[in-house]
């Protein structure tokens, strides 16, 4: 379960005498010893894997409900585009009734009949002109007719394909949210296992790696060329995430109580007037990148090879950011995990 040898638990019992003889005095308390640091780091580098395979599930989730808002606001246009294509096809339908009734009341006799039954004939040309333009009308009536039948079948198509889209991406959501759920079951019954001081070797472990990380990223003089000054909009961008710290992360949220990493970002930057995608990953595809050298407070900085995680740098090499389930919005380094890239969400 533990993923590594050797953690070791409290003692069911104690060992026996080196004589097997039994012996009078009480037997000892048993002693908990902690596992070896390696092995609680082999714990520690399972639970990071457990909760990187949480927050890609989680960005797969976000993407799919993301994708059903904006099918569903489609379906929603095209059945009012349909409701208004019928509506004047039904109007379309009363004016051929009525001309048809009208051709009825006349006779529907030919021209060169009413003509020559025409004591006027003045009369009957200025009829035939009318008629002429009844013609014209009719011709362009049954095309309007025929247009709008077309437009109705492709609402009615395009609609049909938007359902299909929506039916799919619910059965991702739900396929994604089932990974999430089972990734966060696995992780949490992994640290029920471990006692309470070596829950909190293993924290103290993590700190310390975390620390190395930032210490290594800052021995690169990066902050030397880090010196850029947030942006109008940055800098509220800033604020707002600023005033999230302590909230908890809960997969999936997007504020005001909980946030996950992307959630954070991108309502931080609706706070700033700067609309961004939902999901780290398409903040990454589809905001502008810049060189760390270059970045500023309000800057995103994506993390691992897939783009899983999204901070937002807040100036100093520290970031904001919603880490993890069980962990709540929090400073960090900048430098503590793997940095894939930086992107501007406000950049002109």
């Known amino acids: 379960m533990l993923g590594a040898p050797g953690v070791a638990f409290a003692s069911a019992r104690p060992a026996p005498s080196p004589s097997g003889s039994p012996t009078s005095s009480p037997a000892p308390s048993p002693s908990v010893t902690l596992a070896p640091d390696k092995d609680l780091e082999a714990v520690g580098a399972k639970l990071d894997k457990l909760y990187h395979d949480a927050a890609v599930a989680t960005d797969a989730y976000n993407a799919a409900e993301e994708k059903a808002k904006k099918q569903s606001a489609e379906i929603v246009d095209l059945a009012r585009k349909i409701v208004a294509e019928q509506q004047k ?3 379309l339908k009363d004016r051929a ?3 048809a009734r009208e051709q009825y009341r006349t006779g529907g006799l030919p ?3 009413q003509f020559m039954l025409s004591d006027d004939p003045q009369t009957f040309l200025d009829g035939a002109g009318r008629v002429l333009q009844g013609e014209r009308a009719t011709k362009a009536l049954i095309e309007e007719t025929a247009r709008i039948q077309r437009d109705l079948k492709e609402y009615a198509d395009d609609a049909a394909d938007r359902w299909r889209e929506l039916e799919a991406n619910r059965k991702e959501k739900a396929a994604a949210k089932k990974r999430i759920e089972q990734r966060i079951e696995e992780a949490e019954k992994l640290q029920s296992r471990l006692e309470k001081r070596q ?3 293993l924290a103290q472990l993590e700190q310390q790696a975390a620390d190395r990380a930032q210490t290594q990223w800052l021995d690169t003089g990066i902050l030397k060329d880090v010196k850029a000054g947030a942006s109008e909009a940055g800098a509220k961008a800033v604020k707002f995430a600023t005033e999230q710290l302590g909230k908890p992360y809960v997969w999936g949220a997007e504020g005001p109580g909980s946030y996950d ?4 970002t991108s309502q931080a930057w ?3 007037g700067h609309p961004i995608p939902r999901t780290s990953q398409e903040q990454w595809r ?3 990148h810049v060189d760390v050298k270059d970045m500023r407070p309000g800057d995103l900085i994506i993390y691992f090879d897939d783009a899983s995680h999204v901070a937002m740098y807040v100036g100093d090499g520290a970031i904001i950011h919603a880490p993890r389930p069980g962990r ?3 400073v960090a380094g900048a430098g503590t995990m793997p940095i894939l890239g930086v992107v501007r969400p406000d950049a002109s």
Do not use: I, N
């Open 89 to 91: 096809l039904d109007g």
């Open 286 to 288: 589809q905001l502008k």
């Open 199 to 201: 829950q909190e070797r």
């Open 97 to 99: 009734g009525a001309a």
């Open 270 to 272: 609706a706070a700033a």
């Open 261 to 264: 990493c992307s959630g954070l």
């Open 328 to 330: 709540t919005v929090t």
């Open 111 to 113: 021209p060169e009949a």
